[in-house]
């Protein structure tokens, strides 16, 4: 046997051990015994249902970050990117550069490459609130989420806070008025309506103005945007 014919049988031989073979109607089968293959997704491994020959590994997986059990759930979690919130001005729709000054694999930038990103994440946000109203917005929706970290107040309460002041806004009710006047007014409510209130004296506690302002705001903001508030 010659030393082309050797080199030859061991190149089919290594192709046969790497790749199935496929049968006449297309089917992956495998080179050793010609058993049906299956995926293994958890280990990334194509193996023979057969024999048990691994015929692939280190596979990677292209499906979803979530698990689903029914019809009705993976409808539900099918979704590409975050979720929007009223929370944030842009609505979560924009997209941030980390402040964290390192690499793709972990490795820390350098200084030029530092102050590369400080002046792109300063023009990204520049770009994110180009006018008065998305500044306005990230102003007050900043101090909506503060005062209400600082009262123990849920989310569901900080949203509903968010698309009060929204409604404001956008019915022009600031002119005359403080935006944190306006943020504290909306939080005050949204917490009522949430059946999870807190007092005049709690809220102003943590808000930038005074009782006598929110209140004020309170009950102006809450006739024109017509708000159906529980009494206390």
Same mark, same amino acid.
């Given at each position: 046997?010659?030393?082309?014919?050797?080199?030859?049988?061991?190149? %089919?031989?290594?192709?046969?051990?790497?790749?199935?073979?496929?049968?006449?109607? &297309?089917?992956? #089968?495998?080179?050793?015994?010609?058993?049906?293959?299956?995926?293994?997704?958890?280990?990334?491994?194509? *193996?023979?249902?057969?024999? &048990?020959? #691994?015929?692939?590994?280190?596979? $990677?997986?292209?499906?979803? %970050?979530?698990? +689903?059990?029914?019809?009705?759930?993976?409808?539900?979690?099918?979704? #590409?990117?975050?979720?929007?919130?009223?929370?944030?001005?842009?609505?979560?729709?924009?997209?941030? $550069? =980390?402040?964290?000054?390192?690499?793709?694999?972990?490795?820390?930038?350098?200084?030029?490459?530092?102050?590369?990103?400080?002046?792109?994440?300063?023009?990204?946000?520049?770009?994110?609130?180009?006018?008065?109203?998305?500044?306005?917005?990230?102003? +007050?929706?900043?101090? $909506?989420?503060?005062?209400?970290?600082?009262?123990?107040?849920?989310?569901? *309460?900080?949203?509903?806070?968010?698309?009060?002041?929204?409604?404001?806004?956008?019915?022009?009710?600031?002119?005359?008025?403080? $935006?944190? =006047? *306006? +943020?504290?007014?909306?939080?005050?409510?949204?917490?009522?309506?949430?059946?999870?209130?807190?007092?005049?004296?709690? *809220?102003?506690?943590?808000?930038?103005?005074?009782?006598?302002?929110?209140?004020?705001?309170?009950?102006?903001?809450?006739?024109?945007?017509?708000?159906?508030?529980?009494?206390?």
């Amino acid at each position: 046997m010659t030393d082309t014919t050797v080199r030859r049988e061991r190149g %089919e031989k290594e192709q046969a051990d790497a790749e199935a073979e496929e049968t006449e109607e &297309g089917q992956l #089968v495998c080179p050793e015994c010609g058993g049906s293959l299956e995926a293994d997704t958890e280990r990334g491994e194509t *193996v023979c249902s057969e024999c &048990g020959l #691994v015929v692939e590994e280190d596979e $990677i997986d292209r499906g979803p %970050e979530w698990r +689903a059990f029914d019809s009705a759930e993976k409808d539900e979690k099918s979704r #590409v990117g975050a979720p929007t919130t009223k929370m944030m001005h842009d609505e979560g729709l924009s997209t941030n $550069i =980390g402040w964290q000054d390192k690499d793709a694999y972990g490795n820390s930038l350098s200084s030029r490459q530092r102050q590369k990103m400080q002046r792109l994440r300063t023009w990204n946000e520049r770009f994110r609130t180009r006018d008065s109203k998305e500044r306005n917005l990230k102003q +007050a929706l900043g101090e $909506i989420d503060r005062m209400a970290s600082a009262l123990g107040l849920p989310e569901n *309460v900080r949203e509903t806070a968010s698309v009060i002041y929204r409604r404001a806004l956008d019915e022009d009710l600031l002119p005359g008025r403080s $935006i944190e =006047g *306006v +943020a504290t007014a909306s939080l005050y409510a949204a917490a009522r309506q949430a059946g999870t209130p807190r007092s005049l004296d709690e *809220v102003s506690n943590v808000s930038r103005v005074g009782k006598d302002e929110i209140a004020r705001t309170y009950r102006y903001v809450v006739r024109e945007l017509s708000l159906e508030i529980e009494p206390a």
